[in-house]
């Protein structure tokens, strides 16, 4: 791919596996609300939306608030003790960062729990910008995150890639009109992703050198 400059990444499914993580803090929640606990694979095909859309089908409407107080303090705990970067993403993310392409994320995940991740997996220096979704008024599939990354650095979409692991991500990608490339490594199955018809599929993280 030339003329690229901009590589923008979400983070959950893509370059960190935090399931055991999001496991572990779902069914704490569901204990304290004395809902049934679920299994890794239910839960790991909600993740994506962010954590409310992650609890809202499982709890009632009047314990969501609850819920998610209680889902996000043990959350700030487990992220630290049950999360790490896919094999090579961090080599991957330092070799990028040397060849000069602006680097961000762009996720569905809070703020705040994104800012844990990358600070605790020590990869805060390799990202020129981080954006979630809750600073803005739409999440993906929506493409103002990758649009407003964009803006920020002056970039045009024939000089972006992005990379994600679900299928909205694909869809934020294909509506943002930047290369797309989506590692099966996360949340949607390949099948479920060939139907979005991204830019590339690939199965671990590290091919991405190989296409740019």
Known sequence: MEDIKLIIFDLDGTLVNAYQAITSSFNYTMRRLHYPAQGALTIRRAVGWGDKNLLK?????????????????????????????????????????????????????????????IRHLKINKCFDYVLCADKLKRGKPYPEIINKIMRKFGVRPRETVYVGDMVIDAQAGRRAKVKTIIVTTGSSTKTEINKENPCRIISNISELLEIL
């Open 57 to 117: 089908p499982f709890v009632k409407k009047k314990d969501l608030p609850l819920a998610a107080s209680i889902y996000r303090r043990h959350h700030s705990s487990a992220l630290i003790k049950e999360s790490r970067l896919f094999p090579k993403a961090g080599k991957l993310l330092a070799y990028l960062k040397n060849k000069g392409y602006i680097l961000a994320v762009a996720s569905n995940r809070p703020t705040r729990f994104s800012w844990i991740l």
